[in-house]
């Protein structure tokens, strides 16, 4: 008896030692997500680029200090000529940002985690390769687009007088009501934010899935990047 205790401790000591010894495996992901809902189906969004992403940043800030925080970013291409863009009431600017070279999915998901934990990003987002450089009424916008996504997506409820699910599930998901539409009392803009489950598009398809709501669709925009 004696004997098995001894080679059992000696066993687990063994292991213990091994474990310690070890490196722990590199855990690679990619969360590019290629399509969004749309009538029921799964509407492909193009391509990964592997040579741009899109940040957004508060409206608060001035281009002064979105120019400096950019010139922090080792990842970007410095010598790009990037827009800042504004829309409307739109809370965020965006800015398409052209890496410094090609990335693969994994990096470009730690690329996007990175630039999250900066208080004046708003949100990072993946792009998509675009053979379409018109706007909405056919005009060409630059020689060169990307399309991507903001922080807002858009869920139409069932019933307009029962909003217990969609509230429970900005809980959830930790997203954020914005607004109820003023003329299709059924639609509500959410966002989603750094502390959400997810970006823009991964809730809008998450909220879908979930089977609660009559539509949850993302705003997808084409950006200029030459």
């Known amino acids: 008896m004696k004997n098995y205790i001894l080679t059992l401790l000696i066993g687990i000591t063994l292991i213990g030692c091994s474990n310690d010894n070890e490196t722990e495996p590199v855990q690679s992901s ?6 969004k809902y749309y009538n029921g189906t799964e509407d492909f969004l193009g391509v990964m680029s592997n040579e741009y992403i899109l940040i957004a940043i508060d409206t608060t800030y001035n281009e002064s200090e ?14 790009y000529n990037y827009t800042i863009q504004t829309s409307g009431q739109y809370k965020f600017k965006e800015i398409p940002l052209k890496l410094n070279t090609s990335k693969d999915c994994e990096e470009i998901t730690q690329i996007i985690s990175d630039l999250n934990q900066n208080t004046i990003i708003s949100y990072v987002h ?6 379409d450089c018109n706007n909405l009424i056919w005009e060409p916008i630059g020689n060169l687009c990307i399309n991507s996504y903001g922080s807002s997506f858009f869920v139409k409820v069932f019933d307009a007088n029962n ?14 009501m914005v607004e ?15 502390e959400s489950n997810g970006d ?13 709501f009559e539509h949850s669709e993302a705003g997808i925009s084409k950006y200029p990047v030459e």
């Open 30 to 35: 990619c969360d590019f997500i290629n399509f």
């Open 66 to 79: 979105i120019q400096n925080f950019i010139t922090t970013i080792d990842v970007i291409d410095q010598n």
């Open 126 to 131: 993946f792009t998509m390769d675009s053979d």
């Open 163 to 176: 909003l217990t699910d969609l509230n429970q599930m900005i809980i959830e998901t930790n997203t954020e």
């Open 180 to 194: 109820q539409n003023q003329f299709m009392e059924k639609w509500f803009e959410l966002r989603a934010t750094k």
């Open 200 to 212: 823009g598009l991964a809730m809008a398809n998450f909220f879908y899935e979930s089977e609660l």
